[in-house]
């Protein structure tokens, strides 16, 4: 069975170098065999998916099967693993995880080449890069990490297990997610490359980018929230970003594609900054690439060590290719991307875009430049220092603060120019609530700021905070304002036809406003506590308002694993409100521990409670209790932000479609109406 | 006038800085410093985790470690040898003779290290110094429009625009 895989995956290299070729020649030359020789090539492209979804599948089944003689399977599964974690087998070792890349980049290939009517030379340049990158990962799934290696000898009855820390049901949609959104990339750098190649003329490229790049971001950002839930719901520390530099390769392709999707806009409406929204993708693919050069490489050392081998050489020198094609190409047609308009004002939308663009690429910055640091300083002072969580809370928080900033101020702003008094007739209400906000917080006692730099940082997101909701809402009201004045409708229902007449805007307010949700959620953590006691049965802990009992401990089996539990009543205030079950296993296949915690969350606060251990005198659990405010806000923020990216995908409908009042109408009530702002 | 950019950015300044001097409030209680200290400080069980934060099941060294935090922070002297409470400084000093300069959690603030510090907020400095002058060089070189004699082509484009610059 193994056989099938392996075929499948050279005849999917081969078919892919000849996408590569016939696609070059067919774009070289003119002519009709030349059009048929490029047909062959996307049709060749489209077999390469077919071949590698054999190859995967040949993969799942083997480890529905317990097919053992497959090493792969053998390290990575085991006979009582439940179904979700067999298909899960597919991602969680470096040579399955690669068949899987090149699986969704054959998928992103398909659609692409499917759609090829779309603009057929565009897509037949950027087929040829798809191909290029399908060849380096099929060249690795072939000769560097091919996941259809046997065992040699005799087979054992059971294979190892999947990592314990990986048997957590959103481990089954995480890693694909993340997947997703890191070779999803690869489909906007291929368009941007293609339009720089073949000098494309007019702006289509730009939009065909836009939307696949919206659609990336949209699942890498699914990607790392389920990963930041993951690792609050399984590790048990407490919490749910370590800034580890598996954590940090995902951040960086997010940050930049977070920048060019608002630098972008620049680019449709006015027609500058063509260079630098080229060069935000290229980055944003390199630094996806680079991600996985770090995390794989073991370059540097990261709580995901599950991933690590020798493969980084093959990573580097394919991103200094893909560097030095970049730069080639960008070099050769440089002049095609001079910008159509000049900035006019310091005071205007275009330069919020540009200062917007400058933090966000400087949090990147920040976080490659924290990442990488350990082995800068080894290599100049011959010591390792380590770069954890101290150090980019610090460095990244106020580049945080100021990006909120801009988040208030930038919607404000007009395009070409905008006058003072506009911005201070907007801004002035939201910011007298902010800051009656800070007050009100201040004088309640809830914050201290003046106590620790993590209060006064918190005080300052939550004020930044309902500086950028209010400007929102504001500019929600005041479109719907005008639509009901013109049609007639309610307040709510002219918010709808608002947000259906320019979803992107308003998708994208919303997206805004999801942010503040979650960043209010990142405030909560500079007031996490935590307590560790041993209980005994009956035995109590407390953490502030919460009074932990522990009713009972016991143990359990089955066929996976065996654990220990404990039964902890949660009251409040005197009262009992829940009984939680906070759990530690032992995998029997790898013999690895694994803790479940148990977590209560509400809007205000998670209680989580972590079984760290037992006593070995007396046996009595072990219970670390962590209280975490407003953690909700941050998963609730992070659906919202979906919803956003969703919304801004979905075309506006015409405005003449509309119901508009007749003209008198509208003429008569106009005379009361307000100016809908700028 | 209050309004101007040059007086945000003066104020955007003057907060920046004026957090730079929070949290140097009056001494602290063993135990939140047994907190601060804890998560300045690495778990060497090879886990890559803050010292308070290492879950490993029966990990020997978050424990002795932590201990030893402890003792350092109490005035009984057990564990590293000192019969008062040691200096924040002191407390993670001693850590890194024991367990070597991975054992902090950030770069320190000294020699080489300081680098990483300085290099973020340099990058910040230097990319708004640039992305001003840049829009103030571009703002310069603009040049005037007539607004006579325009052909009917002409002020189509100028619909066009004017459309493009409020829709969005």
Not at chain 1, 91 to 102: K, P, V
Not at chain 1, 378 to 393: D, I, L, M, Q
């Amino acid at each position: 069975m193994s056989d099938l895989g392996s075929y499948s995956l050279l005849l999917g290299l081969a078919l892919s170098v000849y996408a590569f070729v016939a696609g070059i020649i067919g774009v070289a030359r003119k002519g009709h065999s030349a059009e048929i020789l490029g047909e062959t090539a996307r049709r060749a492209g489209i077999a390469v998916f077919g071949c590698v979804l054999i190859a995967a599948t040949v993969l799942v089944v083997a480890a529905f099967r317990n097919d053992f003689s497959i090493a792969y399977i053998l390290h990575h599964s085991n006979v009582a693993l439940s179904a979700p974690y067999k298909f899960a087998v597919l991602w969680s070792g470096q040579e399955g995880s690669l068949l899987f890349w090149s699986l969704l980049l054959g998928g992103y290939g398909l659609v692409l080449r499917l759609r090829y009517k779309v603009d057929a030379k565009l897509v037949a340049y950027a087929s040829i890069i798809i191909a290029a990158v399908q060849i380096f990962f099929l060249a690795l799934n072939n000769f560097a990490a091919n996941p259809f290696g046997i065992v040699t000898g005799t087979i054992p009855p059971d294979g190892n297990g999947l990592n314990p820390l990986l048997q957590y049901a959103e481990m089954v949609i995480h890693p694909p997610m993340l997947y997703l959104g890191y070779v999803g990339m690869t489909v906007p750098f291929a368009f941007a490359l293609a339009a720089l190649i073949m000098k494309y003329p007019g702006e289509k490229w730009i939009h065909i980018t836009r939307r696949w790049t919206m659609v990336t971001w949209a699942f890498l950002t699914c990607g790392i929230f389920l990963g930041a839930h993951w690792a609050y719901a399984v590790l048990g520390w407490g919490g749910y970003w370590g800034w580890d530099p598996v954590e940090n390769a995902s951040l960086m392709p997010w940050l930049t594609g977070t920048a060019f999707l608002h630098s972008v806009m620049m680019q449709e409406k006015r027609g500058m900054l063509k260079v630098w929204n080229m060069w935000l993708i290229f980055a944003t693919f390199g630094l996806s690439i680079f991600g996985t050069l770090l995390t794989r490489s073991g370059i540097v050392s990261s709580v995901h060590a599950f991933a690590q081998s020798s493969i980084g050489t093959w990573f580097a020198v394919f991103l200094a290719i893909v560097l030095a094609v970049c730069v080639f190409f960008f070099v050769m047609n440089r002049g095609h991307l001079r910008s159509e308009n000049r900035l006019e004002s310091l005071v205007s939308r275009e330069s919020s875009f540009l200062f917007n663009n400058l933090i966000l690429l400087v949090a990147c910055f920040t976080v490659l430049w924290g990442t990488l640091f350990p082995v800068l300083s080894e290599w100049v002072e011959g010591t390792k220092v380590t770069v954890g969580a101290p150090f980019f809370n610090k460095v990244n928080i106020p580049v945080a603060l100021l990006l909120l900033l801009l988040t208030a101020v930038g919607p404000l702003l007009s395009w070409r120019k905008t006058s003072i008094d506009s911005i201070r007739r907007n801004l002035l209400n939201p910011s007298l609530l902010a800051l009656g906000a800070g007050i009100a917080i201040i004088a309640l006692g809830w914050i201290h700021p003046w106590r620790e730099q993590s209060e006064f940082y918190a005080l300052m997101t939550i004020m930044l905070s309902v500086l950028v909701a209010c400007t929102v809402i504001s500019e929600f009201y005041r479109g719907a304002r005008v639509i009901a004045y013109q049609t007639g409708r309610n307040i709510l229902s002219s918010v709808y036809v608002l947000t259906r007449r320019n979803t992107r805007r308003y998708g994208g307010y919303i997206a805004h406003f999801a942010a503040i949700v979650v960043m209010i959620g990142f405030a909560g953590s500079a007031f996490n506590q935590d307590i560790e006691r041993e209980v005994g049965n009956g035995e109590s802990m407390s953490i502030g308002h919460y009074t932990i009992t522990c009713k009972s401990y016991t143990q359990d089996d089955n066929a996976n694993y065996s654990s220990v539990w404990a039964i902890m009543d949660i009251s409040r205030d005197g009262k009992k409100i829940d009984t939680m079950f906070p759990e530690r296993r032992i995998y029997k296949a790898s013999q690895q521990p694994a803790t479940m915690p148990a977590i209560r969350s509400t809007i205000q606060e998670d209680l989580y409670l972590v079984y760290t251990g037992n006593n070995p005198d007396n046996g009595h659990p072990i219970i670390r209790a962590h209280l975490n405010p407003l953690v909700s806000w941050i998963w609730t923020g992070s659906g919202l932000l979906l919803l956003g990216t969703l919304l801004a995908l979905i075309p506006s409908i015409a405005t003449s479609r509309v119901p508009v009042r007749s003209a008198a109408k509208v003429l008569a009530d106009s005379r009361q109406a307000v100016g809908a702002g700028d | 006038m209050l309004w101007r950019p040059k007086y945000i950015l003066e104020a955007l300044a003057i907060t920046l800085v004026c957090v730079g001097f929070l949290g140097a409030g009056p001494s602290r209680s063993a135990n939140t410093r047994f907190n601060d200290l804890g998560h300045k400080l690495m778990c060497k069980c090879g886990c890559n985790q803050i010292l308070l934060e290492c879950n490993h099941v029966g990990c020997n060294y978050s424990t002795q470690m932590r201990d030893e935090l402890l003792a350092a922070l109490t005035r009984d002297g057990s564990g590293l040898g000192s019969s008062t409470p040691d200096s924040d400084d002191l407390v993670l000093q001693s850590f890194v003779q024991k367990y070597g300069a991975t054992v902090l959690a950030a770069p320190t603030t000294s020699g080489f290290n300081i680098v990483a510090w300085i290099v973020p907020f340099v990058a910040l400095v230097a990319g708004l110094g640039l992305v001003t002058v840049i829009v103030r060089k571009w703002k310069f070189r603009l040049q005037p429009v007539g607004a006579q004699d325009l052909t009917p082509s002409q002020l189509d484009e100028f619909r066009r625009r004017a459309r493009e610059d409020t829709e969005l």
